[in-house]
């Protein structure tokens, strides 16, 4: 049974918690084993939202399919930061083939560690600044939600905790097996790693439309091919109509404009990282550069 091993710090904040370990205590309630445990230098951890926490001393054996995760704790807290011992636990679980993983600014623990130099990272954009000059041989990924690079796992911070988790639980088990969880804990917004922070999955998801939702998730899932509005509607269940109008009272956008967006938002994306602005708008779904210039200019 893989274990999940939390590190909590003196002033965690409960979403850096909460959030992964309720991603993966759904994928164990939906029959994939896993075992979450938690570990502090003290018994007795306090919470940067005044709730009281406790955990285990001992640490457990951990092997290469185990994951370790620290989440961020309040950066102005005093005695925040893990101690060496906690940091040669990260070092060896690494080195011995296992993952770890951090929530916001528990990335600070993973520098401490010497698991960020020479690998892209990210954390939550408040911090960013502060963790390239502590770590100036870690490649900082800006304004996305999490990075993956040589099983260093580091996330945006606060719900991109989620997100993280959620594609660990693809990784590990399929995307289905991810979607399962998303939707057990009613979190539609299953957003990549190179979303920016602030993204159009997350600004046009502030809605209770069930039906959107469904044809939200289609979209994201293929934007970058050719859809059709009967197949979309067919496939949520409802007539086009119906479709158009729910889905525009819901977002403000028909279904083709928020593909659009999210073309839109994943070239500037690609454009930001050094590809050309033709080969990004053929990478969306584009035919050529003409309309992408077209829709930047009118966003």
Request: a positive charge; glycine letters at 8%; hydrophobic letters at 45%.
């Amino acid at each position: 049974m893989p274990r999940v091993v939390f590190l909590l710090a003196p002033q965690v904040h409960l979403l850096n918690l909460a959030g992964p370990a309720q991603v993966f205590s759904t994928a164990a309630d939906l029959g994939h084993d896993y075992r979450l445990e938690y570990v502090a230098e003290r018994e007795d951890v306090p919470s940067a939202q005044g709730l009281p926490l406790r955990a285990r001393v001992e640490w457990p054996a951990t092997g290469p399919d185990d994951l370790l995760v620290v989440p961020g704790w309040r950066a102005s807290a005093p005695d925040g930061a893990p101690g060496e011992a906690a940091l040669r636990r990260l070092r060896a679980h690494h080195a011995a083939g296992g993952t770890v993983a951090s929530v916001c600014s528990g990335v600070r623990a993973l520098g401490a560690a010497g698991l960020l130099d020479g690998r892209r990272c990210t954390t939550h954009h408040e911090i960013q600044d502060e963790l390239a000059r502590r770590h100036p041989r870690a490649e900082l990924v800006r304004d996305v939600l999490y990075v993956t690079d040589d099983r260093v796992v580091t996330s945006a911070g606060i719900a991109s905790g989620i997100d993280l988790a959620l594609h660990l639980v693809a990784v590990r088990h399929g995307p289905a097996a991810a979607a399962r969880v998303a939707r057990s804990m009613v979190v539609y917004a299953r957003r990549n790693g190179d979303e920016r922070q602030e993204g159009a999955m997350l600004r046009h998801r502030a809605h209770l439309s069930d039906a959107v939702h469904r044809a939200q998730d289609l979209i994201e899932a293929r934007f970058t091919g050719t859809l059709r509005l009967s197949a979309l509607a067919a496939e949520t269940g409802v007539s086009e109509r119906t479709l158009t109008r729910r889905f525009t009272a819901a977002t403000g956008l028909t279904p083709l404009r928020y593909q659009q967006v999210l073309r839109v938002e994943r070239a500037e994306h690609l454009i930001g990282h050094g590809t050309t602005v033709e080969a990004a708008a053929r990478a969306v779904g584009f035919e050529d550069a003409r309309m992408l210039r077209r829709l930047r200019a009118r966003a």
